[in-house]
C-alpha cells in the first residue's frame, strides 16, 4: 500500500502542480476560456487557489521524500482536499456539473492519502 499511496502522490502533485503554476503564473483573463468561474473570483482569490496548490504539490512529496517534517505530507493532502471541497459547490452554483465527478476524485484521492499517511502508512 505504500507504493500505491506513493504513486497516488505522484500524481497529484503533477497535477496540482500544473493547475497551480498556470493559476499564479497566468491573468485571470488567459484563464477564463479554458476555467470560466474564475470569472467568479478576483485575481488574488484565484492566485491564492494557485499558490495553495502549488504548496499542497510540494507538499505531497518533498517533506516525505527528504524525511524533513514528514507530517506535512499529510497534511498537504488534507489541505487539497478541502480545495476541492470548496470547488465543488463553485462548479454546481455555475451549472459546470460535468466538473464535479473530476473534483470527486481529486478529492477521494487527497483524503486516501490523508488517511494513509495519518494512519496505518505514516512515515
Known sequence: MNIVLWVLQSILALLYLFAGIKKTFQSRAALAPQMGWVEDLSDGQVKLIGVLE?????????P??????????????????????????????????????????????????AWGRFGPWAF
Do not use: C, M, S, Y
Request: charged residues 10%; without cysteine; hydrophobic residues 65%.
Open 54 to 62: 502549488l504548496l499542497g504539490a510540494i507538499g505531497l512529496i518533498l
Open 64 to 113: 516525505a521524500a527528504l524525511d524533513i517534517a514528514p507530517v506535512l505530507t499529510p497534511l498537504a493532502a488534507t489541505g487539497l482536499a478541502l480545495v476541492q471541497v470548496g470547488a465543488i459547490p463553485v462548479h454546481v452554483r455555475r451549472g459546470e456539473t460535468k466538473l464535479v465527478p473530476f473534483n470527486v476524485v481529486l478529492l477521494v484521492l487527497a483524503a486516501i492519502i
